[in-house]
């Protein structure tokens, strides 16, 4: 099961993420990036997203 967080107080809405991860991640009325599905069935392109978040602030687990 993958499993993806986000600090989500601690992102910049750089959209980093957004741009690498369009299938799972988008940008919120409020700026800032947050993931369509924290449970997906598979990680696809969330470890991309999680290592180009200047912040730190995504996290996936396998």
Same mark, same amino acid.
């Given at each position: ?8 107080? %601690?992102?910049?809405?750089? =959209? ?15 700026? /800032? ?5 924290? %449970?997906?069935?598979?990680? =696809? ?15 996936? /687990?396998?």
């Amino acid at each position: 099961m993958v499993e993806v967080k986000q600090e989500h107080e %601690k992102c910049i809405g750089c =959209g980093a993420c957004a741009a690498m991860c369009p299938d799972n991640w988008e940008m919120g009325p409020d700026g /800032k990036a947050r993931p369509k599905d924290t %449970k997906p069935k598979e990680v =696809g392109c969330n470890k991309q997203a999680e290592s180009v978040c200047p912040v730190k602030c995504i996290h996936v /687990k396998e």
